[in-house]
Nanobody
Framework: HVQLVESGGGLVQPGGSLRLSCAFS????????MAWFRQAPGKEREGVAA????????YYADSVQGRFTISLDNAKNTLYLQMNNLKPEDTAMYYC??????????????WGQGTQVTVS
């Protein structure tokens, strides 16, 4: 049983930065990914960034490449998403996910409750 809890969202002006955190428990790392997804009202869920837990490798959506950085701190059982140079288009509910592959939402079987990011 995996539990994920996101935090760190908020209201920020365009060009600003936020760092999202996802604390997890009941999880054992083993060759799968953890990832961040986002969903804006009326739009489908979009993969933002993913990191492989058992080996080196990070992957980003083209829309956030160069601006966002995903990282994983195993000692703290926390997944992070550093978001820089935020744009209004980044406004969405952000979710962390575990036990999946890459940026394919359908492959993940554990999800957090989400944290809202609003850029205006």
């Amino acid at each position: 049983h995996v539990q994920l809890v996101e935090s760190g969202g908020g209201l920020v002006q365009p060009g600003g930065s936020l760092r999202l955190s996802c604390a997890f428990s009941g999880y054992t790392y083993s060759g799968h990914c953890m990832a961040w997804f986002r969903q804006a009202p009326g739009k489908e869920r979009e993969g933002v960034a993913a990191i492989y837990t058992g080996r080196s490798g990070t992957y980003y959506a083209d829309s956030v490449q160069g601006r966002f950085t995903i990282s994983l701190d195993n000692a703290k059982n926390t997944l992070y998403l550093q978001m820089n140079n935020l744009k209004p288009e980044d406004t969405a509910m952000y979710y962390c996910a575990a036990q999946g592959w890459g940026l394919a939402a359908r492959t993940y079987n554990a999800w957090g409750q989400g944290t809202q990011v609003t850029v205006s």
